[in-house]
Structures are given as C-alpha cells and as structure tokens.
C-alpha cells in the first residue's frame, strides 16, 4: 500500500472511534441523566445537589457558585454522602466526565439526575474563582 493510502485509512480510523466515542456518551447520558440548558439548571440548582465532577484543582480555580466537588476519580467513595431523594445536579468541562459519573451514580440507585449542558466552559452564571496572588 502506499503512504496516502495508509494515512487515509488511520484517519478514518481516527474519525469513526471519535464517532464511536461521541455516540457512547450520548447513550450513557441518555440512559442515566437528563441534560439541561443553562436557563433549567440555574432554576432548578436551589433545590438540586450541585456537584462538580473535575479534579479538586480544577473545582478550586473556578466553580459553579453553590456546587461541591466531588471528583470523578473519588466518586466511588463519596457517592455516599449524596442524598438519593434530592436531584442531583452534574456538570463538568463539556460533558463527558459528567455522563459517566451520572451513569455510576444510576448503578447505584441515584435516580434524579441532570447534566449541565456545555459544562462550565459556557456557563454564563455567578462563579467563584480562585484569587491569583
């Protein structure tokens, strides 16, 4: 085969596991949560437990006023102190960290459960942010 040929052929391998990937976290989401635009998360947030879903750091520089970090990483073990008769209120930087921290919490018996569309990255409401010294 020629170098064309072979290149052509790993980027459409690379398109169609993108494809793959995309369409999985449409799926999970689906099936685990409800997603929710800016204007139905800001209303519903005050009766919600908002949680973050990036690594500590992340939560700490900037974060949805009001949330609690919850690293995906430690869910396993916090998942716990999440009330299951309470909405649940997932964001993260777009989408796909909250799909599958929504689809463990589902497993476990977490049943009320949204997904900020667009993440923080386009969230237009009040934040905190960390003070550079």
Known sequence: MSFWWTLN????????LFVGYELFVRIMVKRSAKMLTQEEFQAGMRKAQVIDVRERDEFN?????G???????????????LRKDQPIYIYD???SVSAR???LLRKNGYTDLYIL??????????????KID
């Open 67 to 81: 949330a609690r970090s919850f690293p995906y990483s430690m869910l396993k073990e916090t998942k716990n102190s």
């Open 9 to 16: 052929i790993i980027l459409l391998a690379v398109i169609l």
């Open 101 to 103: 921290a929504a689809n």
């Open 117 to 130: 569309k667009g993440g923080i990255e386009e969230w237009q409401g009040k934040v905190k942010k960390k």
């Open 61 to 65: 520089a900037k974060h949805i006023l």
């Open 93 to 95: 930087f777009n989408k």
